[in-house]
């Protein structure tokens, strides 16, 4: 392995702090987005002109943004259609809307790249995070050694029941093991992003449930059409 000089390794280090990311609660809902045009997490506050949001569709499209997909789809609408977005652009934040399906944070803080994902049953089928780790690859330059993901809050396997078909064609397509008839998406993709070269210690697993919480929307809880909004970016110096 290459060894970073002492200029290399202080840039990494300071970039380490340029990498933000947050998920969202009911706190910060896609209506609240869209009526007040920004979100807050405490003293943080991120105009509806720095966030990029997608039209969400259950797939495995992927998407790169720069500064002109600012306020998509908060400030003015778009028919582009994705589950993912990556950038290297500097206080750019991607959001992702959930309400049971997993937020997906990637990042290389060595090359300032950041992705944001909605992986639900059909795009963690589709391996969408296995895609992401490829374009961030060939198109930014980034190696898997220092790529680093998040897996935010999601529904967990004990409440995640499905039929025998679609059981099969989600355990056949994700090549993941699960136990019937419940399906376990986060373990789904952790397996999929180990298998793709990521190192273990650079994952990180949220062990909130979206149903068993109150805090978080749940669609299989109460059919909610609220989603709660996750946002990743790389804050300016």
């Known amino acids: 392995m290459l060894q970073l000089t002492l200029m290399e390794k202080q840039s990494v280090d300071l ?19 869209l009526t007040e045009k920004k979100l807050v997490w405490n003293h943080d506050v991120f105009p509806a002109d720095k966030i990029v949001l997608l039209n969400q569709i259950h797939s495995s499209k992927i998407i790169t943004v720069d500064n002109q997909s600012a306020g ?12 993912g977005m990556i950038t290297n652009k500097p206080e750019l934040y991607l959001a992702i809307k959930t309400a049971d399906c997993v937020p997906v944070f990637l990042f290389d803080e060595h090359r300032l790249v950041v992705a944001a994902l909605h992986s639900g049953r059909k795009g963690t089928a589709e391996n969408i995070v296995s ?3 490829n ?54 993709i952790k397996s999929q992003i180990k298998n793709a070269g990521v190192l273990d210690e650079n994952i990180r697993v949220s062990e909130i449930c979206t149903h068993e919480n109150a805090d978080y929307f749940s669609y299989r809880r109460n059919k909610t059409e609220e989603r709660q909004i996750s946002i990743i970016g790389i804050k300016g110096r």
Do not use: W
């Not at 933000?20 to 987005?33: E, P, T």
């Not at 690859?137 to 999601?154: I, Q, R, T, Y």
């Open 135 to 188: 374009i961030m690859k060939s198109d930014f330059n980034c190696s898997l050694s220092n790529v680093k993901v998040v897996l935010g809050p999601a529904i967990c396997r004990k409440h995640y029941q499905v039929d025998s078909v679609c059981f099969a064609d989600f355990t056949s397509r994700s090549n993941s093991t699960q136990i019937f008839p419940f399906i376990d998406l986060r373990s789904a």
């Open 72 to 83: 998509k789809n908060i400030l003015y609408t778009s028919d582009e259609q994705a589950d």
């Open 15 to 33: 970039n380490r702090f340029r990498i933000l990311y947050r998920f969202g609660d009911q706190s910060q809902s896609l209506h609240k987005l």
């Open 131 to 133: 895609k992401a780790l």
